[in-house]
């Protein structure tokens, strides 16, 4: 199969989750046999090593008024014809849908579509109306007053570029939608990604569940005791809709409510660590928190694999992060909230809970009290498996075999 991948950044490159899984994604389908030409949103680095089948292409990303999303979907219109050479395109990025839409009726290329987010309905990614509460709905009147009113930056020039890039993205949101029917075929992160979509009129029979690829760096033996002082973990942004405004006050309660010390280490940065260090020395707590800032990847299984609990209190309904598969691979217990479709990826691997502060507690110490904490990472270590690379990618070729012959939904499906 020749296949062209619209990739986040390029083939390799560290930074987003979603740049990682694609890179992923393109070196499975090469190391099977298929040909992948990478079309680059970042210029890749002098002499970067490639496999053999795959080839890297540069878009051109530049010209002015600058809004990514609007140059992606110029870029690719831009090579047309060059995807009339493949058999399929996959785009990555949501944002540009409105392109891949034209891709699918004016080349004989096949087309697929990533759905690792809500950007495909939502110009702010998240569908939390006003940061307050899940939305189940679009149209412009409403997106636009959400788009401005959650729109601060650090000065009036940095809330008026913000507002006018999520106005910038409201426009591809309602032309991608226009357009959505073209694509053959979807691939949606996760079973709440893929219903989402649905409902919000989205062709739910072409629409697939594939889940994010292991990184297999965090394959490796867990280096806790599972025994006092306990210590949980937290990796990822500093922001409102991650829930780490929680984070201290779990804590907090934890070591109120048991004779056993508890720890917490803070992985990341963002717009809340000011609130969270406050938070930490208005506990007392300033010896049992660590705030660990940006840890690089390569030193990341390490840092899980020492920590007896990971510690998700996020909001938002999460397509599908990839701390919890860093997790399950290093078997370090998850405890989460209960959103989006984080029950299903942890599995037995973990627990899931109402997302308030007691809840988080009460499970942790149920975890704790009944010896659990061992079983929960043998059974996380199990899990894991599902998300291995050769599991995985042959459902993506599966997906493309489909969208190209034209032959509908996954059998397995769960919109069917």
Known sequence: MNTAFVHPSYPRGEGTGAAHSASRIVTGLVERGHDVTVYCTERPPSGLDVPDGMELVSLDLSGYPY??????????????????????????????????????????S???????????????????????????????????????????????????????????????VREGERKSHDIDGYHALSPHVESTYADFGFPEERITTIPNVLDERFCRPHGSDFEPPYDLLYVGSLDEHKGVDQLVPILAR?????????????VGDGGLRSELEAQTRSHGLESAVTFAGRVPNDD???????????????????????????????????????????????????????????????????????????????????????YRAETVVPRFVALYERSIDGSGQDPTSTTS
Not at 159 to 168: C, E, M, N, P
Not at 256 to 264: G, I, T
Not at 303 to 330: M, Q
Request: include cysteine.
């Open 254 to 266: 934890l070591n109120r409510r048991s004779a056993d010390a508890f720890r917490l280490t803070v």
């Open 300 to 386: 990341l299984p390490e840092t899980y694999a020492a920590h007896d609990v990971f510690c998700y209190p996020g909001r938002w309904d999460e397509p599908f992060g990839r701390v919890f598969l860093e997790a399950l691979a290093t078997g370090t217990p998850t405890v989460a909230s209960d959103v989006g479709s984080v029950g299903d990826i942890v599995g037995d691997g973990g627990r899931i809970t109402d997302g308030t502060p007691d809840g988080f507690v009460d499970a942790i110490l149920d975890l704790v009290r009944a010896g659990e904490l061992r079983t929960v990472s043998e059974a996380a270590r199990e899990k894991v498996e599902e």
């Open 67 to 108: 809004h990514s999303g609007h140059q992606l979907n110029r870029a690719l219109r831009d090579r047309m014809e060059e995807f009339d050479t493949y058999d399929l395109t996959h785009s990555y990025l949501m944002g540009a849908i409105p392109a891949m839409g034209d891709i699918a009726t004016e080349t004989s």
């Open 110 to 172: 096949a087309t697929v579509v990533t759905l690792n987010a809500y950007g495909g309905v939502c110009p702010k990614n998240d569908l939390r109306y006003l940061d307050r509460e899940p939305c189940t709905s679009n149209g412009l009147a409403k997106c636009t007053v959400c788009s401005l009113a959650t729109s601060p930056g650090h000065d009036e020039f940095g809330t008026a570029y913000r507002a006018v890039s999520r106005l910038g993205d409201l426009k591809l």
